[in-house]
């Protein structure tokens, strides 16, 4: 048996190990992905907090009302978080590289045509929905990426890369607020625009992870194969192939003297013979041609269908994830929480401007105070939570507690300092976001985590929508920003009701779960 044959038998008995062990897995080229998600969220998640730089700068171009200006920036926040589910079908059609450089397109095309803009209507497609869709196509494989590459280190790489919202929510603020006052913000946008195309080169990092295919380690073989058949083969061998190879040469060369010395009409007749030939070739194509074109349509949409289907078991098929009590109620918080970490990003620059705050007190936005304490906020909480000794969901609460207590207490703050102190709180408590996997894991189980995320990451979506529209809305008829803040604390106190509801209907599952147990007992000592 050759060398070549030998490496064929052992490669499938050893490729699992050999994925396990690739120096791309939790090394290597999985930094290079966690970079990739780092920009992503700095360009996608940074850009939409920020966006409360051009709420006030509509306010004043369109003089629409608050609540009709909110429902652009909650239109996009809001459809990047819905469309997840959605976007998970293309993932798995087109694979994540394909979707994130669409995404990035289309990102920065809303931005662009947006800088066209002749009313908040129009933003609502350019802007919203246009950038929205965008952003969501390339957000998602963002957070999938890193978790095919990474599986040792995944809690570590998923926290690195999601501080990317904190530190883009502070650079992008400070910079379109400097593009709006320096160059306006139709040009702002422009740029911005420009800046977003970035997503393009962040997706094309995104190469697929190796264990995805087998055709890569094979290829990898191929090149060894070669080297090991070349060292093998003596010399003699070599030299009988370059006999060879000269022969067929001067065969060719003999080939081409006859036809030379062949009269004219001879070739003018073979030429007539070749061109014959072509015409046959052109019409057995042309007669296939569609054939081929139906084969490749059946083909896609069974490739559709088998991925629409997957997507939709894997969303809605699974049964136990909508049987648990508790993460029902979990996916009620999330539509209640959202909107009070959405609501200051959109509004607190134009709260700030209504205060006539001085410019010396308002160099660093109160948006960038909570980015800033958003990363640390982040990085300590989920240190504290996987301590053996603390409980993830106790964390998850008294989080959620000081960030609701916050919320009631920033109306009441007059001052900068004041102000700026209750959002760096609502910051650092803002970084519960660490802790939600592992709660929702604790909730359904690692099996489901995957699916039960994507819901909650679609009701966050649903509140991040609605919510900064009612906010602006209540602003319209009270003339204050102070009830707005009261009503979405008041939200988010029922949210955290359906929190404390935890205890009762985990007990009741566990006396459910105790019942049907005894009760399959019977029926087998019954049986027996």
């Known amino acids: 048996m050759s060398a070549c044959e030998e490496v064929k038998v052992h490669k499938p008995e050893e490729k699992s190990e050999q994925i396990e062990s690739h120096p791309d897995i939790d090394g290597g080229w999985g930094w290079m992905i966690c970079l990739a998600s780092f920009m992503a969220h700095v360009l996608l998640m940074g850009s939409h907090m920020a966006l409360g730089i051009l709420y006030v700068e509509w306010l004043e171009e369109f003089n629409e009302s608050r609540g009709l200006t909110a429902w652009v920036g909650s239109l996009t926040i809001g ?287 109160l948006t960038s105070i909570i980015a800033i304490l958003h990363i640390f906020g982040k990085i300590f909480l989920g240190l504290i939570s996987d301590l053996p000794f603390i409980n993830a969901w106790n964390v998850f609460l008294v989080a959620n507690l000081i960030m609701c207590i916050c919320v009631f207490i920033l109306p009441l703050m007059h001052t900068f300092t004041g102000m700026a102190t209750v959002c760096a709180i609502i910051g650092f408590s803002s970084g519960y976001f660490s802790v939600m996997p592992v709660v929702t894991e604790d909730l359904v189980g690692l099996s489901n985590l995957a699916n039960a995320y994507g819901i909650i990451i679609s009701a966050n979506g649903i509140s991040a929508l609605l919510g900064p529209p009612f906010a602006g809305w209540i602003y319209d008829v009270t003339g204050k920003y102070d009830y707005s803040f009261y009503f979405c604390g008041l939200i988010y106190v029922i949210g955290i009701g359906f929190l404390l509801l935890k205890p009762c209907l985990q007990k009741q599952n566990d006396t459910e779960n105790k019942s049907k147990q005894a009760t399959e007992a019977l029926h087998v000592h019954h049986d027996e």
């Open 79 to 365: 459809i990047t978080l819905i469309v997840g589910p959605i976007i998970g079908l293309f993932v798995g059609t087109c694979g994540c590289r394909k979707t994130t450089i669409i995404g990035g397109l289309l990102t920065a095309l809303g931005w662009v045509i947006s800088a066209y803009a002749t009313n908040v209507y129009y933003l609502f497609i350019s802007f919203g929905l246009t950038a929205g869709i965008g952003s969501g196509m390339a957000y998602l494989p963002a957070i999938v990426m890193v978790g095919q590459y990474f599986k040792k280190r995944r809690a570590l790489a998923q926290g690195l890369s999601t501080t990317g919202t904190g530190f883009g929510t502070f650079i992008m603020t400070l910079l379109l607020k400097y593009l709006c006052t320096e160059y306006g913000w139709r040009n702002a946008m422009l740029i911005h625009g420009a800046v977003n195309l970035n997503l393009c080169v962040c997706g094309a990092l995104m190469r697929p992870p190796p264990s995805s295919s087998s055709i890569q380690i094979e290829n990898q073989s191929q090149p060894e194969c070669a080297e090991t058949l070349q060292k093998e083969i003596p010399n003699s061998d070599r030299v009988a192939h370059a006999i060879d190879m000269d022969g067929i040469e001067e065969h060719e060369t003999s080939k081409e003297e006859e036809t030379k010395s062949l009269s004219l009409e001879e070739v003018s007749e073979l030429q007539e013979a070749e061109n014959k030939d072509r015409v046959k070739r052109e019409v057995i194509f042309k007669e296939r041609y569609p054939l081929r074109i139906l084969k490749t349509l059946s083909q896609l949409a069974n490739i559709l269908k088998k991925s629409f289907w997957k997507w939709y078991s894997s969303y809605f098929g699974t049964a136990a994830v909508f049987s648990n009590k508790v993460f029902i109620c979990f996916v009620f918080w999330a539509l209640c929480a959202y909107c009070s970490f959405v609501i200051p990003f959109i509004h607190l620059p134009e709260i700030v401007k209504l205060y006539g705050f001085e410019e010396k007190d308002n160099k660093v936005p």
